[in-house]
């Protein structure tokens, strides 16, 4: 696809426009873009912002600028004002990517190649220490209750970092992949290591099969493993809610009655032995009111002869004087 184009030198010639032209720079892509989302900070992320910044500008055709496959002297002398202005542009992507501290030092490099090959040397450090820290922290890393998506992202995330530190030499002989099968190994024994306890039962599963599965493979079974808990989980907890609040009321309205009746039981009158009042409010002595129905005579008699017999309370008009508990009335 070609279009036209005023010239940058201003001649106005038209120059065809090709749009997988290293030198072609799209109106959207100017100086202040930012093309990615990570900013280095020093050596611990370095890694991650080399392989972040590579793919973004490889997706726009602009790679050869910092690894020096496409150099000012390999363009004509035509295009040299395009060259320098792609390069400015990815120079200020460069420095837009990098962190303040970090800025100061490469704010006069006017080369994105130059910016790229410093950055490092600077920051490409990977001594023993740097590498026995992300060794430890794979093996130390735990799910602790987390989804196994995010446990197995954070753990894959470290590996490629482990194995971007401590690359080999590329081969095709058989020792080689006896390696790679010796790593693959190594990354199932350790994410099935930093699993929940939860998932114990399915991960001897697992370990019993022959041959082993990849890590992959691991991950896909453990996932399925946790679909299953969780709905399972969610039914149970649906279940007992739906029996826990009648329940809750029952044992309410159960305790209530309870207590009520036996606040009401608890209560004995001395004077009739009859229960549930007290001698204030016994109608024998205060009077009957005017529409009392008696109770039956049986029951009356039967809950005054176990008064008389359990109680040590000495009743009206059988004290041992011969009077009344009660002055106002007498023996009779």
């Not at 490092?120 to 987390?146: M, P, R, W």
């Not at 009520?260 to 209560?267: A, F, M, T, V």
Request: charged share 25%; aromatic share 10%; proline share 3%.
């Amino acid at each position: 696809m070609a279009g036209s184009a005023e010239s940058p030198s201003g001649s106005g010639k038209d120059d065809s426009i090709i749009f997988d032209d290293p030198l072609y720079v799209h109106p959207s892509d100017n100086a202040t873009t930012t093309i990615i989302s990570v900013k280095l900070s020093g050596n611990e992320n370095f890694r991650i912002w080399r392989s972040s910044m590579s793919r973004a500008l490889k997706a726009r055709n602009k790679l050869g600028f910092v690894d020096g496959t496409f150099k000012k002297d390999n363009v004509e002398k035509t295009k040299e004002s395009k060259w320098e202005r792609a390069n400015a542009v990815v120079c200020s992507w460069l420095l837009s990517s990098i962190s303040d501290s970090i800025y100061a030092s490469h704010a006069y490099s006017d080369n994105a190649q130059e910016i790229w090959e410093n950055l490092f040397e600077t920051y490409n450090k990977a001594d023993g220490s740097v590498v026995f820290n992300v060794h430890q922290k794979i093996n130390s890393l735990k799910q602790n209750g987390i989804f196994v998506s995010d446990f197995f992202n954070k753990l894959d995330a470290l590996w490629k970092e482990f194995d971007g530190l401590t690359s080999l030499t590329e081969c095709t002989c058989e020792a080689a992949a006896k390696l790679n099968d010796h790593s693959k190994l190594m990354k199932l024994m350790q994410f099935l290591s930093g699993l929940d306890e939860s998932y114990n039962q399915v991960k001897s599963h697992i370990l019993l099969m022959d041959p082993l599965p990849n890590v992959k493979t691991a991950f896909s079974i453990i996932s399925r493993e946790e679909s299953l808990q969780r709905n399972g989980s969610l039914s149970n907890d649906s279940q007992s809610g739906s029996k826990s609040q009648p329940s809750a009321f029952n044992s309410k309205f159960n305790n209530k009655f309870s207590n009520n009746k036996n606040k009401g039981s608890s209560l004995q009158c001395k004077n009739c032995g009859l229960k549930g009042h007290t001698v204030e409010k016994c109608y024998k002595l205060i009077g009957y009111p005017k529409d009392y129905k008696p109770r039956s005579d049986v029951n009356q008699n039967s809950q005054v002869k176990n008064f008389k017999a359990n109680s040590s309370v000495v009743t009206p008009g059988s004290t041992d004087s011969g009077e009344s508990e009660f002055p106002q009335l007498t023996k009779d």
